[in-house]
């Protein structure tokens, strides 16, 4: 999303490219959810794989025989090495090399010279090694003593020490690249001028700024910015989908379900949100304009977005923060937009087909500010559509007497001739007719709720009898008194 907003801010080019490199982890249908997700939001790229521009293909794998030939170039130069270590040379090496049970050892410069790799093997052996398709990978050498930095757009200036970093692989024994190279290489073919990436990344940067050094390509290296993670509500550590199924909420922007198991993980868009409140509050999640204002349109955020204005540190998930979002633009949102918006949770309820439109039309103005999510328009206002059942009963009869049986039939009978319906004259007629019978308006009132609602819940009650008309206000009055 600040990808987003700061490329529509400063009139660039938003890109979508899909980093497939790792096919170990592939997904399918992932790709197309990412940009279902996208589209949903609003945040639409103007190059991807399925907008091609002029630096197609987006998909790292499709783009495969470009980053042999840079990994190759390293190697020549000095600046990388093939390594022919087999996955139990590996292992050897972490064993021999661990010094407690806290230590990770590494492929760097304390281990590659006892590894078997171009820097220990004599030229021949490697010659010969290639030679028979012996598997290998390409290593980056990460050099000794060094001070490695980069200007972070939100961070400021950053530094790594080089005797720190291991040997990544650059090109991996199947010939795909790893993640360190293809991006660097694309960012470069592409002509990308600006990266956004989450702040787990940065310690890849001294890598990814190794590699612009050594090929050559410093001064077109972009601007990078490490963006601040969401956490979790409690406790600490970046959110996960398991905090959401723990807490009950999403994690995900729609629906998604597994290809291989076909478990669903809910999204925000199948739980009731509007796209452009789910937008407003991922961007409060990690910046604010310095005004306090909380609400923006897409439009605005654009024209406020300033990169300067982005929390260095995560911010929690708050999902009640997240409902009030969606609460304010449902308020804010016309109610003919709300219609369309709320019709598709009535058809799941009533069927399509099985309900007049027109009723939801009057019904959305007189509920909306008791909806937080767009299924509460079914919730906050079934009523309306059907005969609801009473599970308020009891509510009653607890207060039930023959004053309150006669208010209700003698009532009952004067609104089965009113000549007019509405809820002006109906309330006239309910006070009229409490206090000819010697009973306070309140002491009737809430039968009254229970009887067309259901419930203690609900807009006005001579407003739902105005909507549902007189023959299914006087059923569910005789409901109750029989």
């Known amino acids: 999303m600040f990808n987003y907003l700061f490329a529509r801010?400063?009139?660039?080019?938003?890109?979508?490219?899909?980093e497939d490199t790792d096919q170990a982890r592939f997904v399918e249908g992932a790709e197309q959810y990412i940009m279902d997700c996208l589209q949903w939001c609003g945040l639409e790229p103007d190059e991807s794989p399925a907008k091609e521009g002029p630096y197609a293909p987006y998909r790292q794998s499709e783009r495969k025989h470009l980053y042999a030939e840079y990994a190759n170039n390293l190697v020549r130069s000095g600046y990388a090495y093939y390594a022919f270590d087999t996955t139990d040379d590996l292992e050897r090496m972490r064993r021999e090399m661990k010094k407690d049970e806290h230590s990770q050892p590494q492929y760097d410069k304390t281990t590659r010279m006892n590894m078997r790799n171009s820097l220990t093997l004599p030229a021949e052996e490697v010659t010969k090694l290639l030679g028979e398709g012996v598997p290998y990978v390409i290593r980056i050498k990460v050099p000794e003593h060094k001070t490695i930095t980069l200007t972070d757009m939100i961070r400021g200036e950053v530094s790594f020490d080089s005797d720190l970093v291991d040997d990544k692989v650059l090109l991996k024994a199947d010939g795909m690249p790893t993640y360190h190279l293809a991006v660097v290489v694309d960012d470069y073919l592409m002509k990308i001028t600006h990266a956004f990436r989450g702040e787990e990344w940065l310690p890849s940067a001294p890598i990814h700024v190794l590699l612009w050094e050594?090929?050559?390509?410093?001064?077109?290296?972009?601007?990078?910015?490490?963006?601040?993670?969401?956490?979790?509500?409690?406790?600490?550590?970046?959110?996960?989908?398991?905090?959401?199924?723990?807490?009950?909420?999403?994690?995900?922007?729609?629906?998604?379900?597994?290809?291989?198991?076909?478990?669903?993980?809910?999204?925000?868009?199948?739980?009731?949100?509007?796209?452009?409140?789910f937008?407003?509050?991922?961007?409060?999640?990690?910046?604010?304009?310095?005004?306090?204002?909380?609400?923006?349109?897409?439009?605005?955020?654009?024209?406020?977005?300033?990169?300067?204005?982005?929390?260095?540190?995560?911010?929690?998930?708050?999902?009640?923060?997240?409902?009030?979002?969606?609460?304010?633009?449902?308020?804010?949102?016309?109610?003919?937009?709300?219609?369309?918006?709320?019709?598709?949770?009535?058809?799941?309820?009533?069927?399509?087909?099985?309900?007049?439109?027109?009723?939801?039309?009057?019904?959305?103005?007189?509920?909306?500010?008791?909806?937080?999510?767009?299924?509460?328009?079914?919730?906050?206002?079934?009523?309306?559509?059907?005969?609801?059942?009473?599970?308020?009963?009891?509510?009653?009869?607890?207060?039930?007497?023959?004053?309150?049986?006669?208010?209700?039939?003698?009532?009952?009978?004067?609104?089965?001739?009113?000549?007019?319906?509405?809820?002006a004259d109906l309330e006239a007629s309910f006070n009229e007719e409490a206090t000819k019978q010697g009973l306070k308006k309140g002491d009737v009132m809430l039968p009254f709720r229970i009887m067309l609602v259901g419930g203690k819940y609900g807009p006005g009650v001579f407003a739902i009898a105005e909507v549902i008309g007189k023959e299914e206000t006087i059923k569910r009055i005789k409901y109750i008194t029989g």
């Open 279 to 423: 937008v407003n509050m991922l961007a409060m999640l990690g910046w604010n304009d310095g005004t306090g204002q909380e609400i923006f349109s897409l439009d605005e955020l654009v024209s406020k977005f300033d990169i300067s204005r982005v929390h260095k540190g995560g911010a929690k998930f708050d999902f009640e923060k997240a409902k009030w979002f969606n609460h304010q633009y449902i308020q804010h949102t016309d109610d003919n937009s709300l219609v369309a918006l709320a019709a598709p949770y009535i058809d799941k309820e009533l069927g399509v087909g099985n309900w007049n439109i027109g009723l939801l039309t009057t019904v959305v103005p007189l509920i909306k500010d008791r909806c937080t999510l767009l299924p509460d328009f079914w919730a906050q206002g079934h009523f309306f559509f059907k005969t609801p059942a009473v599970t308020e009963e009891a509510a009653i009869r607890d207060k039930w007497n023959d004053q309150k049986q006669a208010f209700f039939t003698s009532w009952s009978n004067i609104i089965a001739d009113a000549a007019n319906w509405n809820q």
């Open 214 to 277: 050594y090929l050559g390509w410093k001064d077109s290296m972009p601007q990078w910015a490490h963006l601040p993670l969401i956490l979790k509500p409690d406790g600490n550590g970046k959110l996960s989908k398991r905090d959401g199924d723990r807490l009950g909420f999403p994690v995900y922007a729609m629906n998604w379900t597994d290809p291989k198991t076909g478990d669903v993980t809910k999204g925000f868009r199948e739980m009731g949100f509007i796209p452009q409140a």
């Open 9 to 18: 801010a400063n009139g660039g080019d938003f890109v979508l490219r899909i």
